[in-house]
């Protein structure tokens, strides 16, 4: 996912007085135009500050609306990351709900763990993601592939698709660079299409884990082993 604002340690929102939620979206607008949806707005019951949402990203402002904060807070006392818990409720979705039957699933040693994925053939950190998740056991991944990142992806999702096993197709393609047999049949391209825009997935790969928490892009095994253990306590 795109950072929207990454060159702006601070920035001036208003006059010295006190802004409330509605004069902090008002000011955020006039000065970036082109911000996009400003989705949330709240004050936070730590040191006066205010979560912002903008597209996938949760920021800060101050009770005076002075200043623009992209980074997470950090409890010292008890060393909890209060943004990263924050995130996890903000951004998460029901993971039983999503459309499951469209996508490859793949099952590793008992499954207990969930997770579930967009993922472009033709994305490279995708096809590094593929290589980080062949290091990890105990895991159900659900796939859903698509020309999500390059529209010339369409013909290698469809041959893997219609393949005799999409899912080995898949593994050859990803691990191994060996692309499938052209091959045609109906393919569940467009519902899983309609599925990324319905969620705001623009890019790949894109990760759902079993408690609902998405995390844009690329994580390594380390990464993701703690992800599925979080998700797993929950």
Not at 27 to 53: A, D, R
Not at 69 to 79: M, Q, S, W, Y
Not at 200 to 208: A, R
Request: aromatic share 8%; hydrophobic share 40%.
């Amino acid at each position: 996912m795109k950072k929207l604002i990454t060159l702006f340690a601070a920035v001036l929102l208003s006059s010295s007085v006190h802004a409330g939620e509605s004069e902090i979206r008002q000011s955020l607008k006039s000065k970036f135009p082109n911000i996009g949806n400003i989705e949330h707005v709240v004050k936070t019951p730590y040191s006066g500050l205010y979560e912002v949402i903008i597209g996938d990203q949760l920021l800060y402002t101050d009770a005076k609306g002075e200043y623009l904060f992209d980074g997470h807070v950090i409890e010292l006392k008890n060393r909890r990351d209060i943004t990263e818990e924050r995130r996890r409720q903000l951004f998460a979705i029901d993971f039983d709900k999503l459309p499951l039957d469209i996508a490859l699933k793949r099952v590793k040693g008992d499954g207990s763990r969930r997770m579930a994925y967009f993922s472009d053939p033709n994305c490279g950190f995708c096809r590094k993601l593929e290589k980080e998740l062949d290091k990890i056991d105990n895991v159900t991944l659900y796939m859903f592939i698509g020309p999500i990142f390059s529209p010339q992806s369409a013909e290698l999702v469809r041959n893997v698709q219609c393949a005799k096993n999409p899912l080995k197709a898949w593994n050859e393609l990803m691990l191994n660079g060996n692309a499938p047999a052209n091959a045609s049949c109906n393919t569940k391209t467009d519902k899983v299409m309609a599925l990324a825009k319905k969620m705001g997935v623009n890019g790949t790969p894109n990760l759902i884990f079993g408690d609902g928490m998405q995390v844009p892009g690329y994580l390594p095994a380390e990464e993701l082993e703690k992800y599925l253990n979080d998700a797993r306590k929950k």
